[in-house]
């Protein structure tokens, strides 16, 4: 079991004490952004780091999940079942053709999303919904699920 506790440093900052089953781990935080770690046992520092404001950043979205977030393989069972991408061809006389992901309001009428536009040889990534235009023979990557999917068809082929 863990414990922590928050201390004061007047013009200097903060001190965070962690205890941990193996180490009480003294952070301090200066005011400039600064930290210095402290692992301590026994009250014996075995081991010291000083971060800068960046890497404690980058340390923070590590330890929080924010780059790697573990997923159960149940949930990934069940998004695999339920989130689909599919690639979807722009026919002749469509009504999609010169208009704007937004004029077209496609994730409103549909529950699609739009993630990006095949062009030629060109794949275009997160398309400008306001000023991206529409052509013939585009193929739309999207996202959805199968009836969301479905519902787009039908609005392509209108």
Known sequence: MSFFEEID????????????PEYEINVI????????LYFLKEDEIVFEVTLTREDSKNLGMILTETFYKTVTKDKVEYF????????LKIPSGSKFIDKTISELDIRAKTGVSV???VRKEEFILNPDPINFKLNKEDI??????????????????Q
């Open 9 to 20: 440093l007047p013009g200097i900052g903060k001190k965070y004490i962690i205890n941990i």
């Open 29 to 36: 935080v200066y005011e400039s952004g600064i930290k210095h």
């Open 80 to 87: 695999q079942k339920q989130i689909i991408f599919e690639w």
């Open 115 to 117: 993630i990006g536009v």
């Open 140 to 157: 739309l990557v999207c996202v959805g699920n199968r009836q969301q999917l479905n519902e787009l068809e039908r609005y392509i082929r």
